[in-house]
């Protein structure tokens, strides 16, 4: 199966700072990459996604970046607040098929005050 | 307004026991999806099911896991003959069509004793 490569797995920041979440992909054909955020004892919620026709998507304080060449793409959270502390999923899907998410394993992001 | 509801929201079993999972769809939504998560893992996609159809069960075990999509009511999630690597947690998604986002529920988190 297909895998998307998620790091780092634990992520401490403090309140203010930049948190940054890599992912690496290895099929081609993937051309949706969402990314969801989730609280404990909570379902996934979809926070940005983008399409490799562009390299970079921003809504507020998050930010995607994507590397078509180097197949890399990762989430910026600018000016991290403790309420952003929540386990942070990237994830793909490819084409005909891209009702099927393919998940990296999830970074769990700890904002301190 | 609701969301995508899940129930039961914790569910223990015996090993050997059934277990079966609900979920209701977004109002408006017709396509389904069912995703594990493993401890520390990303979600898995299973099956995505329209009304009446299984449209992809590629991420099913083949023994002992069937999903429906009834006409009426909420589409289920059987597992017989449970077994301790069983648990985890089970989640729902539901979207308006394949190709759009998908929105989950809070889960059920299924115990196997």
């Known amino acids: 199966q297909q895998q998307v490569k998620q790091s780092p797995q634990s992520l401490i920041v403090q309140k203010g700072g930049i948190s940054i979440i890599n992912c690496a992909y290895e099929?081609?054909?993937?051309?949706?990459f969402p990314w969801y955020q989730q609280f404990p004892g909570k379902g996934p919620a979809l926070l940005i996604a983008?399409?490799?026709?562009?390299s970079e998507k921003k809504e507020g304080r998050f930010t995607i970046s994507f590397n078509k060449s180097a197949k890399q793409f990762s989430l910026h959270i600018m000016d991290s607040q403790p309420g952003d502390s929540a386990t942070y999923f990237c994830?793909?899907?490819?084409?005909?098929?891209?009702?099927?998410?393919?998940f990296g394993k999830g970074t769990k992001l700890s904002v301190i005050p | 307004n609701a969301g995508v509801m899940q129930n039961p929201r914790h569910l223990v079993r015996r090993r050997g026991q059934e277990a079966r999972l609900r979920c209701s769809p977004m109002?408006?939504?017709?396509?389904v999806y069912w995703y594990r998560q493993l401890p520390e893992e990303g979600l898995k996609f299973m099956v995505y099911?329209?009304?009446?159809?299984?449209?992809?069960e590629s991420g099913m075990p083949k023994e002992r896991f069937s999903a429906e999509f009834p006409k009426e009511g909420p589409s289920i999630l059987r597992i017989q003959q449970v077994v301790r690597g069983d648990s985890a947690a089970y989640f729902c998604?539901?979207?308006?069509?394949?190709?759009?986002?998908?929105?989950f529920g809070p889960g059920t988190r299924l115990l196997v004793l």
């Open positions: 998604a539901s979207s308006r069509a394949p190709v759009e986002t998908q929105y």
């Open positions: 099929n081609t054909a993937f051309d949706y």
């Open positions: 983008i399409r490799p026709d562009v």
């Open positions: 994830a793909a899907s490819a084409g005909a098929g891209s009702y099927q998410l393919t």
């Open positions: 109002k408006g939504h017709s396509h």
């Open positions: 099911l329209q009304k009446e159809n299984i449209i992809d």
